[in-house]
């Protein structure tokens, strides 16, 4: 069996760890450097599965896990100096218990961050960075909670620019929406699932990566991924926190938002809790996609209320969302607005307590540097 030199990703005194491609199927497989008679540059290589190279790449998993969980259980030999002028390689499959030999294992703990070349074949990181100062007290669950919500609300506008731009909508529109369509919206667990597939069901873009905290007070928080996505999600997020503290204030002097003498404008807040008191009437916060409301009348007043909800935190397309994601299920994007709205909360809150800042400037490209923590 015969695969493609792709190109080294790791070199000392000569290539450590290389790509490979695989004949028709372009299935990725990644080889290590070893020892072994009979070879001049032996390499102990395993075909990787297509979600497992992208979390490799992504910095979910390291080398070894690769190794352990080989696409179709195969891991191979191959000889590098034997490569021929088309760039070919010769595969020879492991046997019994060549599989298992920890003399050709990698070590544990070999990321894709310790790359020394600049990955060329299939998808690459986005190293853009967005900082966060920090401050005041935080504890473990603090940490994963931002994190939680900001991931969110990244993968919400990461799905919103491939909409606006066209970028690989078809391919992954079907399972986006079949992702939406199989969940019960019956309670967090629906929500924590979508947005967790969400992140996986778009291969072509690129998730949001922790880089480096720093765990002081005052410390940081420093994510990678898009320049263009932090620079929007940053702008919702001010524009969020400006709107719900005129609202506060609103509120404290008893007077409505208004937009002229007219016109009385709801705040974010206002539009949350009347979708939110509307389900609860109805009993359909935890009823099935499928179940109907009690009247035309309501169903289009919380269509129209999610609508405008959504487009209070920054996400302008909502007919898209509504159509192509939801399927035109106005209970399943009535939900989905409420989750998004209660992730933009979450970070406003901490901006408010005064424990998060945006960085300013911070979305900058920058090298690819090893996730280190101090």
């Not at 506060?248 to 002229?260: F, I």
């Not at 405008?308 to 397309?317: E, F, K, P, R």
Request: glycine content about 6%; overall charge neutral; charged content about 25%.
């Amino acid at each position: 069996m015969n695969a493609n030199f792709i190109q080294t990703l790791m070199y000392y005194d000569g290539p450590q760890i290389v790509l490979l491609s695989l004949g028709k199927t372009g299935a990725n497989i990644v080889g290590v450097a070893i020892e072994k008679e009979g070879m001049d540059y032996p390499f102990f290589a395993c075909a990787v599965k297509k979600r497992d190279w992208q979390r490799y790449i992504d910095g979910k998993v390291d080398l070894f896990y690769l190794f352990k969980n080989p696409a179709g259980g195969r891991r191979y030999f191959f000889d590098l100096n034997k490569i021929t002028d088309d760039s070919r390689v010769s595969l020879q499959q492991a046997k019994g218990n060549e599989n298992f030999d920890n003399a050709y294992w990698p070590e544990r703990g070999v990321f894709s961050t310790c790359h020394t070349e600049e990955l060329q074949h299939g998808r690459t990181q986005e190293n853009d960075v967005q900082v966060f100062n920090i401050d005041g007290t935080w504890e473990a669950m603090d940490f994963s909670g931002f994190y939680s919500k900001i991931s969110d609300i990244y993968a919400i506008f990461l799905l919103r620019d491939m909409f606006k731009n066209k970028t690989h909508a078809d391919k992954i529109l079907s399972k986006v929406k079949s992702g939406v369509k199989a969940r019960f919206w019956q309670g967090g667990g629906s929500y924590k699932g979508f947005y967790h597939a969400l992140s996986h069901s778009m291969p072509f873009m690129s998730p949001l990566r922790v880089s480096r905290i720093q765990y002081a007070s005052p410390g940081q928080i420093e994510l990678r991924g898009r320049e263009d996505i932090f620079v929007e999600m940053i702008l919702s997020l001010s524009c969020f926190e400006e709107t719900n503290r005129e609202a506060a204030e609103s509120s404290r002097n008893k007077v409505g938002v208004v937009s002229n003498k007219d016109e009385l404008v709801e705040s974010p807040p206002e539009k949350y809790r009347y979708i939110d008191n509307i389900l609860s009437k109805e009993k359909l916060k935890t009823a099935k996609p499928d179940t109907k409301f009690s009247s035309g009348v309501i169903k289009e007043s919380v269509k129209n209320k999610a609508a405008s909800l959504l487009s209070d935190v920054g996400v302008q397309d909502t007919d898209t969302f509504f159509s192509k994601i939801c399927d035109e299920n106005v209970l399943i994007f009535a939900k989905l607005t409420l989750s998004i709205y209660r992730r933009f909360k979450g970070v406003n809150d901490f901006i408010s307590e005064g424990r998060v800042e945006a960085a300013p400037n911070s979305a900058i490209a920058t090298n690819t540097q090893p996730l280190t923590t101090a």
